[in-house]
């Protein structure tokens, strides 16, 4: 009998040791999941084709965009606007697409000082100019297309004159 109650208690604790035993992956984070604040990528914004946005909607879509990005700092929010095709022309970008540019905001974005110096919005295309405590000024420029951002940009870029 007390074999039998021996192997029931090894039949009960083993399977929680093996969770308490670390594991390979126990310092990655999740992908697209940070601590810092709970920024998960939202589904990818879903481009509106037909009949086509206006310039005016989208640059109030814009507009929400940079608010979140820049202002709120709500990486979450600010990615809906971000189509699944997002191409990324920064150099140092890891890959394209929404999830690789979140990957390498995410971990950080909330300790990021930001001034907001301008934005703009012309045709299909959205600058924002803004100053950080990490990379001192930066202009980024955005291509929308159905009122989904789809390329960045950021090296050397001059905020427009026009």
């Not at 990005?69 to 990486?75: M, Y």
């Not at 929010?77 to 890891?94: G, L, Q, V």
């Not at 930001?114 to 291509?143: A, C, H, M, P, Q």
Request: charged fraction near 20%; charge should be negative.
């Amino acid at each position: 009998m007390r074999d039998i109650t021996s192997i029931s208690f090894f039949l009960l604790v083993a399977p929680l040791g093996a969770l308490a035993a670390p594991t390979p992956f126990e310092d990655v984070i999740p992908s697209r999941v940070h601590q810092a604040r709970a920024v998960v990528t939202p589904a990818p914004c879903q481009p509106q084709l037909s009949p086509p946005p206006t310039e005016q909607e989208s640059a109030e879509r814009f507009e929400k965009f940079a608010h979140a990005f820049l202002e709120t700092k709500n990486l979450t929010k600010a990615f809906k606007y971000i189509d699944a095709t997002y191409i990324n022309h920064n150099p140092f970008a890891s890959a394209n697409g929404p999830n690789a540019a979140l990957d390498a905001l995410g971990p950080y974005w909330d300790s990021v000082q930001i001034t907001s110096l301008r934005r703009t919005f012309k045709g299909e295309f959205g600058w924002l100019n803004y100053r950080t405590n990490y990379f001192g000024e930066i202009v980024d420029r955005y291509r929308m297309e159905g009122g989904c951002i789809v390329e960045h940009w950021d090296q050397n870029e001059q905020y427009p004159s026009f």
